[in-house]
Each structure stands twice: as structure tokens, then as C-alpha cells.
């Protein structure tokens, strides 16, 4: 039976880790600091995507504030990324996606926006790029509308296609969805504007219309973004609780104990030489460590330490080649999982 259970939950966690391809919601960082160096978020504004160290003039970041934001269905967090005009772009890259679709959603609550101040294809306060930071895909930007504001959504430089106006002071929900397509001119970016997260994908809010100029298709994965401020036209607020996704669905889960299980990858070659190697990309200080054998036998159970890097754990020699089980439990008692194969 132990066995059993081990590998339902081992199959759940992979299926699920391999829908999730990011997740953020700022609430574990430092307020009144710049979310640049923070996590995996790094800017430049030297650089559209935001990507890399800010140096020279102008190197005023976007800061992490004590402002929760939230919305049904979706998430709650503490802290959210305050916004304006002229700051410095923030950015970071995640798990790329090539094909099928991929969803990026973020919450956010403007309380002003500029007039639209004409066609300029480069006014957007969020943007999402291919391979590339100079390879935007689509962007979306906000502009004043009287008594709310609109967003608008742009295939590379393509046409600006508006949603109806939103009211300011209030969280909204904006969800991005880049579908891949065979052809060279027929990918389709979508918007879910207050997308009702109880029901399934809803009709989206807008679309482009591909095959017009400036809409040619990316052809390598989409593997970055960022939050653009280093412009006049920026909206003013705050977003949060970022989120990526290779399906609808997994937009509504609620990722505390998800993020733990996508955190680890275990190499077993040197195994039989006393040693498991476990990629860790967070610290974390007291998590048990266990290994079974294809039984269920417990064959190690100890209390270890991880870094965010490559941590070799000494486990007694496992002598026998086959399938073996390598968990991780939380001090909340969250697990991972991962079948290990021993040579």
C-alpha cells in the first residue's frame, strides 16, 4: 500500500510541476526594497527585458510595498510591486514553452493612468519576450479612459486591440495567453480581463487578429518578461501574485504547497558510492530526507539542510541496482517525491 501511495503522489506532483511554469506572489520579499535582486528578478533598463544589473543614470527600481492584493479563486498575498513612470524595468526569465499555449496572469490595482499619447508601439507597462529580451512577443499597456482605465494588448508591433474601461482603486485580474500555431503569421495572443475562476476558460476579452503588419510569429520558445517602467506613460499602483501556466486550470490552484513539490531535482548516479545530489533552487533549513526501496523498505531517514544550489547528501551505500524512491517532507509536512533510478 505504501508503495502504491508513493507513486500516485510521485505522478500527481510531476503532472502538476510540469503545468505550473511560474510562481510568484512577492509576499516572502522585503518591503521598501527594489524587487530587482529579489528571487529571480533582476533589471536593466538598458535592456528591454529588464534583464541584468542596472548601472549608470536613472537606476531608480520598482520596490516591493506592504500592500495585499487579491482575487476570488486566484490568491492572496501580504505584499505587491509598486509602479510609476520612470523607473527602471524589472524582468526575469522562467521555464520556456514552444508550443501549445502558455498563460500569464497578474493582479493589479491602478490608481491613475495617462491619456493614450498616440501610436507609439512601445508605451506598454508589461511585456513578454522570445529567446531574447529585444524579441517582445506581446505586451500589454494601461491608459486613462475618465473615470477608469483600459488595457490595451499588442502582438510584437502589430495593431492595439482595447478592452473596455476598468474601474481604478479595485484589484482586477489580467490573464495573457500566447497560443502556438503551425503556421508563420497565425499565433494568438489573448486577454481575460475579471475572468470568473470558478467556472472553466471563459471567452477571452479580447484577441488579436493575426496577418496583419507586425504580427509574424516567434518562432523560438517564450521564456521572460518584465514590468516596464522606464516610460512616461507607466501606469500608477500596484500588481502582484505573477503567475504562469501551460493550462487554464492550474491558473486557481493554490501553489504554497505546489511550490515546494517544483522545487528539487534528484540525481542518483552516485548513489551507490554514498552520495544523492539534490537541486535545490531555495534555502531551506530542516526538511526530512528519506529513501525506499522498491518495497517500501525505509532504507535512510534523516533531518538535512538545503541550499539554493547543487547539495550532495551522504546516505548509506546503496549497493543494488534499480528503482528507488527519494522523499522530502516540509516541517508543515508538505512532500516531494521523485522516482530515482540506481545503476
Known sequence: ?????????????????SQIIFDDNFSSYTAG???????????????????????????????IVNTGISYPNYGTATKSLSISSNQDAVGTTFTSVSSGSIYLSFVVNFSSAVNDPGSSASQDFFRVMSSGNYNTAFRIGAYNSGGGFVIFMQKGSGAKIYSSAISYNQNHLLVLKYTFNPGTNDDVVSLYVNPNLASSEPTTT?????????????????????????YSTIPTGVLGLVKGSKSWSNLTLETSNLEFNCNFIVNAKEAKNGIIAINSNKNIGSVKFKIYDIQGKLLENKTISLTNSINEIMINNISSSGVYLVEIISDSETKFIQKVLVN
Not at 500500500?1 to 510541476?17: D, E, G, Q, T, V
Not at 503588419?213 to 517602467?229: Q, V
Open 1 to 17: 500500500m505504501i508503495i502504491k501511495l508513493l507513486f500516485l503522489a510521485l505522478l500527481n506532483s510531476f503532472a502538476l510541476c
Open 33 to 63: 526594497q527594489p524587487l530587482s535582486g529579489q528571487g529571480t528578478w533582476t533589471n536593466n533598463s538598458s535592456l528591454n527585458g529588464g534583464l541584468g544589473a542596472c548601472s549608470g543614470f536613472g537606476c531608480i527600481s520598482s520596490s
Open 206 to 230: 479580447i484577441q488579436t487578429s493575426d496577418g496583419g503588419a507586425g504580427t509574424t510569429d516567434y518562432i523560438n520558445a517564450i521564456d521572460r518578461m518584465n514590468f516596464r517602467a522606464n
